[in-house]
């Protein structure tokens, strides 16, 4: 099978996975952003918590999202496929153009496509911002892979300028994808940001370009200053808040990534051959952020991994199409075949979210990973719009994308000062030795009209309203 058609077909199956939809992560997060939007663009409030916080979630691209839920009256599950279409199209565009930029064989986008999807490591690996295929499948409707696809064009629109003679619209147009990029998905922004200097570290432009750069860069700046719905700049103390979670993205380098070593060996190759080589700096830059997040206990600074991974796996690719000898390049390529085989087989799973796990055959089956049951049914039992509900933290990632709020957000917020408190009483509250007194106080608190939790937790102010998968009941508060 050719590479072109080998990637058509890996298009057609995210195409296919939108109609499905699978919820896991933080899909109820970016789904309760477009409800908090299409009930108010202008004040939303907090997307999880009745709270009236900023919230970094709030960028241009769900901000356009809630606009067309507001206009259109379409469920926010519906916008959100609409907004996998919009990212994906992004996304693949966007590496079509980059790599064009790098190598003008017919073939590259298709390698480079492939690559960068399918080549990361014997162990499954799931994370927003990160292209892995079955990643992809879970994100591709999430602020992250529309950013990321913007990056892609920015680099591009970036590398083309520096070889002509671009005028100061297009440097001033440059500086606000920049930001944009950067307000839609900060770590995203990152890694873009790393691309754009991997880019002009490998051109040296001329000072006149470098007056049209800095005139670009202030635009962006101030787009960054100027957005009204968070403070972009205050995000840069936030990180401590988020070390914990990002912890993980440093564990198991050899079994998530290890195929990205065939990407390693390409870029000392491209190294000897150009000393500038902008994917080798990029990848440079990517791998010092990384080691120094944890060498420094900063790991959030893991989020800018991509930055070395994805110059790696283009390199991988190009390397098939730019190596200096045929018998070089027909080798490399079964090597590579071999890798993205390795990689397609650890990633399989991911057709269940086309066809169905039971449709799988037994082996492929094993490596399915059952997406998250949604709370549709507490809905249909009577909760309303910004009702508020107490329950867990797994069920709280989720309910708030209905229209409820949960008395604790299900994910870290860094703009929302009582987490910790909110956080506490939700324990004080299921925790078996805490008496009625208190629970009950918990609940006039914060407002409470629902609770969401197992039979155990029956009391005489709670009232069954409905029971759902997994022994979960739901309880209506009673005066």
């Known amino acids: ?55 970094p979630y709030y960028s241009p691209w769900m901000l356009l999202l809630g606009v067309v839920a507001k206009l259109t009256g379409l469920s926010v599950f519906v916008v959100l496929r609409l907004a996998a279409l919009a990212g994906l199209g992004l996304l693949v565009t966007g590496i079509l153009r980059y ?11 298709a390698l480079a496509l492939l690559s960068l999807l399918l080549l990361w490591g014997p162990v499954l690996f799931n994370w927003s911002g990160f292209l892995g295929l079955n990643s992809l499948a879970l994100t591709v409707s999430y602020p992250s892979v529309f950013a990321l696809g913007l990056a892609f064009h920015l680099w591009a629109w970036l590398t083309r300028a520096l070889r002509g003679q671009a005028g100061w619209g297009v440097w001033l147009g440059l500086g606000a994808l920049w930001a ?53 700049f205050s995000l840069f103390s936030a990180g401590a808040d988020l070390e914990a979670i990002h912890r993980p993205l440093y564990e198991d380098l050899a079994g998530r990534f290890g195929l990205v070593l065939l990407g390693v060996v390409a870029l000392a190759l491209r190294w000897r051959r150009d000393r500038r080589d902008p994917l080798v700096l990029f990848f440079a830059l990517g791998a010092l952020v990384f ?19 994805v110059p790696a796996q283009l390199a991988a690719a190009l390397e098939v199409v730019s190596a200096g000898r045929r018998a070089v390049r027909r080798g490399w390529a079964c090597v590579l075949t071999a890798a993205l085989a390795v990689g397609a087989w650890t990633q399989v799973g991911t057709l269940g979210y086309v066809v169905g796990q039971d449709a799988l055959p037994g082996v492929v089956a094993e490596k399915y990973r059952t997406p998250w049951v949604g709370y549709q049914w507490i809905m249909r039992a009577g909760v309303e719009y910004g009702d508020v509900v107490m329950t867990r933290t797994f069920p709280a990632r989720q309910i708030p994308a209905y229209g409820p709020y949960t008395v604790a957000p299900g994910y870290p917020d860094v703009f929302l000062k009582d987490a910790g408190r909110r956080e506490a009483a939700v324990e004080r509250y299921f925790a078996p030795g805490t008496g009625a007194a208190e629970r009950r106080a918990v609940l006039r608190e914060y407002g409470v009209k629902w609770v969401v939790a197992g039979r155990w937790s029956a009391a005489p102010w709670l009232r069954e309203a409905a029971a759902g998968p997994g022994g979960q009941i739901l309880y209506r508060v009673v005066p």
């Open 291 to 309: 080691a120094a997040g944890g060498l420094s206990g900063h790991y959030s600074w893991g989020r800018a991994l991509p930055a070395a991974l």
């Open 180 to 232: 944009l990029t950067l307000l839609c998905h900060q770590f995203t922004g990152v890694v873009a940001s790393l691309g754009v200097l991997a880019t002009l570290l490998a051109a040296r432009p001329a000072r006149t370009a470098l007056l049209r750069l800095g005139a670009g860069l202030v635009l962006g700046l101030v787009v960054l200053w100027l957005w009204p719905y968070y403070d972009f």
């Open 1 to 55: 099978m050719s590479a072109q058609a080998a990637a058509a077909l890996v298009v057609v199956l995210l195409l296919l996975v939108v109609v499905r939809l699978p919820w896991a992560g933080d899909l109820g997060m970016h789904a309760a952003t477009i409800q908090r939007l299409r009930h108010s663009l202008v004040h939303p409030g907090n997307p999880l918590v009745d709270a009236d916080t900023p919230s």
């Open 99 to 109: 790599v064009r930029t790098l190598s003008a064989h017919r073939a590259a986008p």
